[in-house]
């Protein structure tokens, strides 16, 4: 099956940078779209940033001019820039994909195992 493996999580001062990537592996043909949800404790996951095939990449109003989303196709990877970080964006982020399969027909999603971001005042 396949498989999104998160890395670059950690804890940073406010106003610091952290970049995570997401590498997808496994019986992979093509990715549509990837991108990165977050969760806080007694919150519901919200999206982050995505990026899809032959459009922008879109972010949520909360992190728009200071986190960056971008993919090295090459390596089926995804990675999240973030800067300017503050404690509200404390939660864990998880790498979500759309993909489709060798051999088969359709979109598939599939989700990372989430790493945890916080962020200190």
């Known amino acids: 099956q396949v498989q999104l493996v998160e890395s670059g999580g950690g804890l940073v001062q406010a106003g610091g940078s952290l970049r995570l990537s997401c590498a997808a592996s496994g019986n992979i043909f093509s990715i549509n779209a990837m991108g990165w949800y977050r969760q806080a404790p007694g919150n519901q996951r919200e999206l982050v940033a995505t990026?899809?095939?032959?459009?922008?990449?879109a972010y949520a109003d909360s992190v728009k001019g200071r986190f960056t989303i971008s993919r090295d196709n090459a390596k089926n990877t995804v990675y999240l820039q973030m800067n300017s970080l503050q404690p509200e964006d404390t939660a864990v982020y998880y790498c979500?994909?759309?993909?489709?399969?060798?051999?088969?027909?359709?979109?598939?999603?599939?989700w990372g195992q989430g790493t945890q971001i916080t962020v200190s005042s």
């Open positions: 979500n994909a759309l993909l489709v399969l060798r051999g088969k027909s359709g979109g598939y999603t599939y």
């Open positions: 990026i899809a095939s032959g459009l922008s990449p």
